[in-house]
């Protein structure tokens, strides 16, 4: 893979963020989720997730970074501190393009998320919602050790989808397994 640079979001990349998220969601969620909420709103949804999102008024609660090769988003990942505090620190979002999976760029950003957790909320545990029936997204978080804790339906698009939740206690651990070193 050639260089990847990384870098905070800001609000001009709303368009690009959303882009890419309603992709990755029309490419992982085929079959999971309504296929009229897939071929149809999905942008629309997305785009105003995150002009919400990238217009925090307390930015320095979440972490929005970017993957980036020359000016194309290879993928993102999203942290927000204040979703379940009482739970630690929630992976809200973790998308790369399909055509760059299983490449480490994943894991690269899985690793940069824990650690910015690590900087700013140093005592936290991480922990996200993962779909039951995405099993690729489920091997992923199971190759970097996280813990199911607890099962709940989530509405999306108008339905009850069944999801897990993923626990890491040992954010150096995580961070250190997901860049792959012991």
């Not at 739970?87 to 490449?103: E, F, R, T």
């Not at 999306?156 to 961070?175: C, H, K, Q």
Request: aromatic share 10%; charged share 20%; hydrophobic share 45%.
């Amino acid at each position: 893979m050639k260089t990847v640079t990384f870098r905070e979001a800001h609000t001009g990349d709303v368009a690009l963020v959303a882009g890419l998220h309603a992709e990755s969601w029309c490419d992982a969620y085929r079959g999971i989720l309504p296929a009229t909420y897939l071929q149809g709103p999905i942008l629309d949804d997305r785009t105003s997730v995150w002009q919400q999102r990238l217009a925090a008024s307390h930015p320095e609660r979440q972490l929005v970074l970017l993957a980036l090769q020359n000016d194309l988003l290879m993928g993102f990942a999203c942290v927000l501190l204040d979703e379940e505090p009482q739970s630690g620190a929630c992976l809200d979002n973790l998308h790369v393009l399909p055509d760059y999976k299983g490449q480490g760029l994943g894991r690269q950003l899985f690793a940069k998320a824990a650690e910015w957790v690590g900087t700013v909320e140093p005592a936290w545990p991480l922990h996200l919602w993962v779909f039951e029936s995405n099993h690729g997204a489920r091997r992923f978080y199971d190759s970097l050790g996280g813990a199911i804790i607890a099962r709940q339906n989530k509405w999306i698009a108008g339905m009850e989808v069944p999801s897990l939740r993923y626990f890491w206690n040992d954010l150096e651990a995580l961070r250190r397994r997901a860049v792959g070193k012991p």
